[in-house]
């Protein structure tokens, strides 16, 4: 998880989270564009790459969820799950 915060996207719907992928701060510190307005791009199961352009994967659905060319994706069940998962494991974690 970074320490920066992104802004929940106006078009996203669903629980708010702090979750970044490490390869957007990566790649900000390079100077790329930014963060994609998409649910994957605050979804603790998504994996991102970017070469010429970000794509993500999704390790729930094990497949290419998402390109920098497509529509958003505005609401995911699999994020959903993946961010109460992530809330629940920072509590237990937490609580030691």
Known sequence: MSATT???PA???????TFQP???RLMQDHGADAP????CASCPA???FHQDYWRCFCTVMK???WQSDESPIQVCSARESAV???ELESRKGGSQ
């Not at 078009?11 to 989270?17: D, M, S, W």
């Not at 994609?36 to 649910?39: D, E, G, I, L």
């Open 36 to 39: 994609p307005q998409t649910a």
């Open 22 to 24: 490490e390869a957007f």
């Open 63 to 65: 497949g290419m969820t």
């Open 46 to 48: 998504s994996v991102w």
């Open 6 to 8: 992104p802004a929940q």
């Open 11 to 17: 078009k996203i719907v669903g629980r708010y989270t």
């Open 84 to 86: 109460v998962k992530l």
